[in-house]
C-alpha cells in the first residue's frame, strides 16, 4: 500500500477527491494519486496528493487539463488541495449525475469520464444507501452561497 494513504485518505474522508465516490463501499482501498504529474513538475509531498477511486484515476492519467463541452475550450482540471467542490461541481441526486459549474469542473467531468454510464448507476445506488446524502445538503441551496448583499 501506499505509505501516504493513511494521512492522504483521511484527508480526504475516505471519498474519491474527484467524484466524491465514498470509499467504504469499494472492495480495495482508494489511490493515492498526484495531482499535478511529477512528469510535468509536479511536487511529491502532500500539497500535490489527493485521493482517486480507480475510475477517475484510470482516465485522468498524467492529464492535467480536458475538454469544457459547453464552451468548447481546453481547461486545466480541478486541484483538490487549490479548489473547493462545491465551487465547481453539483451532484444532481434524481439522476445521479455530477453537475460542472465551471469551466474547470466540467473540463474533469468530461476527462476523468464522471458520467459514465457505471459511475451514475453506481452514484444512484450509493445515493439511495445515503452515502450522498451530505453532499446533498452541503449543497442545499437553502443553506447559504446563494445570495450575497450588492
Ligand atoms: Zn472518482
Redesign the pocket.
Known amino acids: 500500500m501506499n505509505p501516504h494513504y493513511p494521512t492522504v485518505a483521511a484527508r480526504a474522508a475516505h471519498r ?1 477527491e ?4 465514498p470509499e467504504v463501499v469499494f472492495n480495495s482501498p482508494f489511490e493515492v494519486e498526484h495531482v499535478f504529474p511529477p512528469l510535468r513538475g509536479g511536487s511529491d509531498d502532500d500539497s500535490n496528493r489527493a485521493l ?2 480507480r ?2 484515476n484510470v482516465f485522468k492519467r498524467d492529464y492535467v487539463d480536458g475538454l469544457d463541452l459547453e464552451t468548447g475550450s481546453t481547461e486545466r482540471l480541478f486541484h483538490p488541495r487549490l479548489d473547493g467542490w462545491s465551487e465547481h461541481f453539483r451532484i444532481e441526486a434524481e439522476t445521479g449525475r455530477i453537475l460542472g459549474l465551471t469551466p474547470v469542473g466540467r473540463a474533469t467531468i468530461e476527462r ?1 469520464r ?1 458520467n459514465s454510464p457505471s459511475q451514475v448507476s453506481a452514484r444512484r445506488q450509493w445515493a439511495r444507501l445515503g452515502l450522498f446524502a451530505h453532499a446533498r445538503s452541503r449543497e442545499n441551496p437553502q443553506g447559504g452561497a446563494r445570495s450575497r448583499e450588492r
Open positions: 474519491c474527484y467524484c466524491y465516490a482517486a477511486c475510475s477517475c476523468l464522471i
